[in-house]
């Protein structure tokens, strides 16, 4: 099976400009989640669709938005970018987290959004 | 909400030598464990992982044990190569996955 995959690889963008970031699971994951990746705070959980619902979502302000098509595809928004959002933005796929047996989580490489 | 902790944050070994990285975790809900390993501008690859109904699992070189009483959980590297070199991750999980900060491992040759 081919892995996840994210586009653009890299961005760089200026402050207050918004972004749209795009992944695509493992063919039969379901479930999205998306992770902001800095060196000084690691991985940090932005939100996670499962069937075009989000269904968790982390400590985040409202700037950063998501959504899940139906074919589980999701994108990442990001709006009135600020210098802080420079990050490696990771998503990763898996079957469904909330059973048991589905939670093994595969990440695609990221996208590097630099804001200048 | 769950709270990881990871430790050591950095940490050398001779090539051939084990190498030990500890996690604790808050949530005594939580009930799957992964590892992940990260080489550098590489994305994050699981490595290992561990249920909770499960106290120790190992896959050839890397071992994985879980102290659900403790909450604590630990990576084990035996006979560490220059390829092992990069940064590792344990994660804690009920359906949400809460990331420890992660340690960057060194095998010297």
């Known amino acids: 099976k081919a892995g996840v995959t994210q586009t653009p690889r890299y961005l760089i963008k200026t402050r207050g400009q918004q972004v749209t970031l795009s992944c695509s699971p493992i063919s039969g994951h379901r479930s999205v989640s998306w992770y902001q990746q800095t060196p000084g705070q690691g991985l940090q959980f932005l939100f996670e669709?499962?069937?075009?619902?989000?269904?968790n979502k982390g400590n985040f302000p409202g700037r950063f938005s998501g959504r899940q098509f139906s074919n589980s595809r999701s994108e990442m928004n990001v709006s009135t970018l600020e210098l802080g959002d420079s990050a490696l933005y990771l998503c990763?796929?898996?079957?469904?987290?909330?059973?048991?047996?589905?939670?093994?989580?595969?990440f695609g490489p990221g996208t590097r959004l630099t804001v200048t | 909400g769950e709270n990881v902790e990871q430790h050591p944050s950095t940490l050398s070994v001779q090539e051939g030598d084990s190498a030990v990285i500890k996690c604790t975790y808050s949530?005594?809900?939580?009930?799957?464990f992964p590892w992940y390993k990260q080489e550098l501008g590489k994305r994050p690859q699981l490595i290992i992982d561990i249920r909770s109904n499960v106290g120790e699992k190992k896959d050839q070189r890397i071992a994985v044990t879980l102290n659900k009483t403790a909450k604590h959980f630990s990576l084990h590297i035996t006979e560490t190569q220059p390829e092992d070199s990069a940064v590792y991750f344990c994660a804690a999980s009920r359906n949400q996955f809460y990331f420890g900060t992660g340690t960057s491992l060194t095998v010297i040759p």
């Open positions: 949530d005594s809900a939580s009930n799957y």
């Open positions: 990763a796929s898996s079957l469904n987290p909330w059973t048991s047996g589905g939670n093994e989580q595969y």
């Open positions: 669709y499962f069937s075009e619902t989000q269904r």
